[in-house]
């Protein structure tokens, strides 16, 4: 299997590499609708944890430590 990010820097003008750059569009496109008409579904917020939990610094993860649990 080829991983998307390895076809966009091996290979960037690759087909394959065009379509994972037409897919990460997509993706986009369709969050940028789905904020705008208020669409808000578990998967989402499994997403936006997780975003919110990435990197140490990461605001989330400080208010989990001060809390005494280890996120």
Do not use: H, W
Not at 13 to 23: K, T
Not at 48 to 59: H, I, R, S, W, Y
């Amino acid at each position: 299997m080829i991983e998307p990010v390895a076809v966009l820097t091996e290979a960037p003008d690759s087909p394959a590499a065009m379509r994972v750059r037409f897919a990460n569009a997509v993706l986009d496109e369709v969050e940028r609708r789905k904020r705008r008409l208020g669409v808000l579904s578990y998967d989402d917020l499994l997403s936006q944890l997780a975003d919110a939990l990435t990197g140490l610094d990461a605001p989330a993860r400080a208010g989990c430590a001060d809390a005494g649990s280890s996120c």
